[in-house]
């Protein structure tokens, strides 16, 4: 029953390492999104999907790169991993549509140490 | 750029209304939407409103829109305990980009 999930919950990694993390919506969606919140809550977009497509690419580091391999998954892989990398990195799906009510996922929280 | 500003803190008594306020910057948003954070967990879409309506109501929540001031609020009536959560604001702006701008989130202490 779960709308948009994702996988894993928590990480903890060693910095230089390289993780990813993956996200899965069946709400029938056809856009995606990454968000990245930081130790103080603030959320910011990072990416987003269109139909498989980049549409957004926010100022993010190259270390960073979404993958889409169809419309109900977005994954986000890191390579070489820093401190600063740390946060909770939310999944989001929408319909396309004018209101687009945006649906996020649990949230995976990433530790870098 | 967008903007959006919430204040960071909010306490009230349970049974009182509680009101969170929104200001946001960019004149082409066409909608605007809360969204309540439990400790812990994602983001829970509460209500939007389209930018061409003052006020929606759906049960114990109250949305105020004024587009002139570009300020946004969200009433919680008969305010509970399990409303004790960080609060979004977010615009979507008018130009097709599908992405939200958030506000840095209010968080909502209620006190028994």
């Known amino acids: 029953d779960t709308a948009v999930s994702q996988t894993p919950k928590y990480l903890v990694t060693q910095m230089g390492n390289d993780k990813s993390i993956k996200c899965e919506q069946n709400l029938g969606h056809d856009t995606m999104y990454w968000y990245k919140q930081d130790s103080k809550k603030f959320l910011k977009i990072m990416f987003s999907y269109n139909n498989k497509e980049l549409i957004i690419n926010e100022t993010v580091p190259n270390r960073f790169s979404p993958k889409s391999p169809d419309k109900a998954h977005l994954n986000l892989h890191i390579n070489s991993l820093e401190l600063g990398d740390s946060a909770v990195y939310f999944c989001?799906?929408?319909?396309?549509?004018?209101?687009?009510?945006?649906?996020f996922g649990p949230g995976t929280r990433l530790t870098v140490t | 750029g967008e903007d959006v500003e919430q204040s960071l803190f909010l306490s009230v008594r349970e049974g009182d209304s509680s009101v969170i306020n929104c200001t946001y910057t960019d004149s082409s948003s066409t909608y605007l939407y809360w969204y309540k954070q439990e400790p812990g967990a994602g983001l829970q879409l509460l209500t939007y409103?389209?930018?061409?309506?003052d006020m929606k109501q759906d049960q114990r929540l109250t949305v105020l829109l004024n587009k002139k001031d570009k300020h946004l609020s969200l009433r919680i009536a008969d305010t509970q305990t399990g409303d004790s959560a960080i609060y979004f604001c977010a615009e979507r702006e008018g130009t097709g980009r599908r992405a939200l701008t958030f506000g840095s989130g209010t968080r909502l202490q209620v006190q028994p």
């Open positions: 409103i389209f930018s061409n309506m």
């Open positions: 989001a799906s929408s319909k396309g549509g004018r209101a687009s009510e945006q649906y």
